[in-house]
């Protein structure tokens, strides 16, 4: 088998945010995340001029802070405020080069979108499109959605059975829970990464 030895999951995404306490508010206010939690100043240590750039390859006189949520049942989400002189600050289109989104599996698309629209700063790209081409996701429904600060997401429901499935034993994860049922453990700790003062 090949791959990285001893790899058990992928243990979080990370993105980089203008403002961190606004990114924090919304993924917790309206995408239902749970701050696990904070940390920084991140910063070269005294006597290490180069940590940054060698260890994160950003500027060697950038200063992060950070913070860490859990984004439903299996999910770990970390965030990044940078104080940096060379930032660039736009956000890339899907098209570009490092161009991402962060996709969240739904029950109803359309419910979803109606709630998203009602939220402040929000924008709903165009309208919910279902896939019928007769390819190997057909029946997907999505939609995309920007953060107040131009982060792109994805609302999405893909029905049972779906076609690639016929081509082979492999499927993608699907969560059978809503992720608000997901609760810390009963002895009241967070199910999270061990905490540390360096960045990830």
């Known amino acids: 088998m090949t791959g990285i030895p001893g790899a058990r999951a992928v243990h979080h995404v990370a993105y980089t945010v203008p403002d961190l306490d606004q990114a924090v508010a919304f993924f917790t206010d309206v ?27 950003v500027h060697r006189s950038a200063v ?14 970390e965030l990044f405020q940078y104080s940096v002189p060379d930032q660039r600050r736009e956000q890339p289109a899907n098209s570009d080069w490092g161009g991402h989104h962060l ?33 190997p996701i057909d029946g997907d429904r999505w939609v995309y959605f920007r953060t107040p600060w131009g ?9 049972p059975g779906m076609p690639y499935e016929r081509a082979t034993p492999d499927r993608l994860f699907t969560p059978t829970e809503p992720w608000d049922s997901v609760g810390a453990p009963p002895d009241g700790t967070a ?4 905490g540390g003062t360096g960045a990830s």
């Open 31 to 57: 995408l239902g995340a749970r701050l696990l939690y904070r940390l920084g100043p991140v910063a070269a240590p005294p006597g290490d001029g180069d940590w940054m750039n060698r260890q994160l390859g």
């Open 64 to 77: 992060a802070h950070i913070a860490m949520l859990r984004l439903g049942p299996v999910s770990n989400l």
């Open 103 to 135: 996709a969240i599996a739904v029950d109803d698309v359309d419910r979803a979108v109606a709630y998203l629209r009602d939220r402040p700063g929000v924008e709903v790209l165009g309208e919910p499109q279902t896939i019928a081409d007769g390819g």
């Open 151 to 159: 982060l792109q997401l994805e609302v999405l429901a893909m029905p």
């Open 191 to 194: 199910d999270a990464p061990p």
